[in-house]
């Protein structure tokens, strides 16, 4: 596609932002001369609206960013949030999905964003935000300290209720344990597969997507069945080591069902694996082996770093961890992981993802060409959040 004028290119983006009585209004951005855009050639590649599909916006990528949560005051967790949202803003992501807060602390702080957005300066200050609430677990289960244990059919389908009347845009269940979580077993079931079925069924009868956090293959096997929209990590672990059934693979994508690996860490050169993921059989190399084999057989894939839950998975990092995607053998699909996929499996398709007039005003500039050069997106020129520049 021929260069143009970044006039040309950014007015229709960020002419306008959506509000949420539907209709649109100018923004401040009718000149660009005022924000120090002058008339020279953009590519259209260089313009891009990013979507981090899994963050956890109440943890702050410490050592103890999990297990902290419960001690902090509601004001420390609105700090911790906030700080998160700018770092992603910072890294050019205008959309975050959180799958798992402490309290509704992300919810609530959603829901007093929304109730500014006619004001377009209000919007500026953050990421627009997809929210799950605290997620389902049992009792005693991975992120149980987040607040949402709880056991039983008719349980889970009160906890699905109460997550939609507190405004959840989705439900995200812990279908098996998980790694930052003493005690939990990543190659094991944690709820029933009537529990699981009532979760879907329960959700889905209020319009609530469910997105599952899945290790083991059983409990991959078994959000399938149950008829998940998406899946979180999807690692394939079982008691002999890491096995990726071909049958279960195909059932993932005949079903449509999203699947979120979470590649891509911050790991530095001689860093040893924990010891968790050594005895589950996990190798770097394998991992890409893997979610290639994914792609190839035709699962929806959609990026999303995990971010906040440890050093090596910090805010921001969602750049690096579309490169890593793309290592895995995804290079075609690994920015549409980000945008247009991603907007879609967060929900968020009818105001973000793409660059198309009446959609919401974001926007990330970004120097190189990531059509090429993947390492561009970490390259960030300008980044705008409902047609104001960061």
């Known amino acids: 596609m021929a260069a143009s004028s970044s006039w040309s290119l950014l007015l229709p983006i960020i002419g306008n932002y959506h509000r949420s009585d539907g209709n649109y209004k100018r923004s401040a951005l009718r000149d660009p001369r005022r924000h120090g855009l002058r008339r020279r050639a953009f590519p259209p590649r260089r313009h891009l609206v990013l979507v981090e599909a899994h963050t956890h916006l109440c943890a702050d990528s410490s050592l103890t960013a999990l297990d902290r949560m419960p001690s902090l005051s509601r004001a420390e967790l609105s700090t911790t949030i906030?700080?998160?949202?700018?770092?992603?803003?910072?890294?050019?992501?205008?959309?975050?999905?959180?799958?798992?807060?402490?309290?509704?602390?992300?919810v609530d702080h959603r829901n007093d964003a929304v109730a500014g957005r006619d004001n377009p300066a209000v919007n500026a200050r953050s990421p627009a935000i997809v929210a799950s609430g605290p997620p389902i677990t049992t009792p005693d289960g991975h992120c149980a300290s987040m607040g949402g244990g709880v056991h039983g059919v008719e349980a889970v389908r009160r906890a699905v209720r109460e997550r939609a009347d507190r405004g959840a845009d989705v439900v995200k269940v812990m279908a098996t344990g998980g790694m930052m979580t003493a005690?939990?077993?990543?190659?094991?079931?944690?709820?029933?597969?009537?529990?699981?079925?009532?979760i879907v069924d329960e959700a889905h009868r209020l319009g609530l997507p469910v997105t599952a956090h899945a290790h083991a293959t059983a409990g991959i096997e078994q959000c399938v069945d149950a008829g998940v929209d998406g899946i979180e990590h999807a690692g394939f672990f079982g008691a002999?080591?890491?096995?990726?059934?071909?049958?279960?693979v195909r059932r993932i994508a005949a079903a449509?069902?999203?699947?979120?690996?979470?590649?891509?860490?911050?790991?530095?050169?001689?860093?040893?694996l924990p010891d968790r993921l050594i005895k589950a059989g996990f190798t770097p190399e394998g991992r890409r082996a893997q979610v290639g084999a994914l792609y190839r057989a035709g699962v929806t894939l959609i990026s999303g770093v995990d971010a906040g839950i440890h050093p090596a998975k910090p805010h921001g990092y969602l750049p690096r961890s579309i490169a890593e995607l793309a290592a895995c053998g995804v290079p075609a699909a690994a920015l549409a992981s980000a945008t247009s996929l991603a907007a879609k499996a967060c929900g968020v398709s009818s105001r973000t993802g793409c660059l198309k007039a009446?959609?919401?005003?974001?926007l990330?500039?970004?120097?190189?060409?990531?059509?090429?050069?993947?390492?561009?997106?970490?390259?960030?020129?300008?980044?705008?959040?409902?047609?104001?520049r960061l």
Request: aromatic share 4%; glycine share 10%; hydrophobic share 40%.
């Open 364 to 388: 990330l500039l970004v120097h190189g060409d990531p059509l090429h050069d993947l390492t561009a997106l970490q390259n960030v020129h300008t980044v705008f959040r409902a047609g104001h």
């Open 240 to 248: 002999d080591g890491i096995d990726t059934p071909p049958a279960l």
């Open 183 to 198: 005690g939990t077993d990543v190659r094991a079931c944690q709820f029933t597969h009537d529990e699981m079925r009532a």
């Open 82 to 106: 906030a700080d998160s949202l700018r770092t992603e803003l910072a890294a050019g992501v205008t959309t975050v999905r959180d799958l798992g807060d402490h309290d509704y602390a992300v």
């Open 256 to 272: 449509g069902i999203v699947v979120c690996p979470t590649v891509g860490a911050d790991v530095r050169p001689g860093t040893v």
């Open 358 to 362: 009446g959609l919401d005003a974001d």
